[in-house]
């Protein structure tokens, strides 16, 4: 137990960058697969394996909570975005009911107009017909 503690320790540190198994130091042909197997052996090891599972249930439950905050994120933006149309909506009155307005309005000012062309009509034409008519020597 403890020769694996050490061997894990120092397998970690190598890792790092730091100072590594003497027998790792100096890697020759004949002793690679001694160290090989020593790695797998480590590998194999309960507490690697468990903490792998750790590591790994703890990347899950992050990334399900990263899921999970997007979609409220998104329903809070949606909810935002609902009530700021019906503020618009509120504020404008709806844009139909205007335009209807502004086309009595404009309806109204053009009758008016031709009620005063028609009104105006007989003296303007005389005025005319007088002025181009009459000759000043």
Do not use: C, W
Request: glycine share 4%; proline share 1%.
């Amino acid at each position: 137990m403890f020769e694996t503690f050490r061997s894990f320790v120092f397998f970690s540190r190598a890792r790092r960058g730091g100072a590594s198994h003497p027998r790792r130091a100096v890697r020759s042909f004949s002793f690679g697969f001694v160290f090989d197997a020593e790695d797998k052996s480590f590998h194999s090891h309960p507490f690697f394996f468990s903490f792998r599972l750790a590591t790994t249930e703890k990347t899950a439950r992050i990334k399900q909570a990263k899921d999970e905050a997007e979609a409220e994120i998104q329903l809070y933006r949606n909810q935002r975005e609902q009530r700021y149309q019906q503020m618009v909506a509120q504020a404008t009155g709806g844009s139909d009911e205007m335009t209807k307005e502004l086309e009595m309005k404009a309806k109204h000012a053009e009758a008016n107009m031709r009620a005063t062309i028609q009104k105006k009509e007989a003296s303007v034409t005389g005025m005319l017909v007088k002025h181009v008519t009459s000759v000043h020597l």
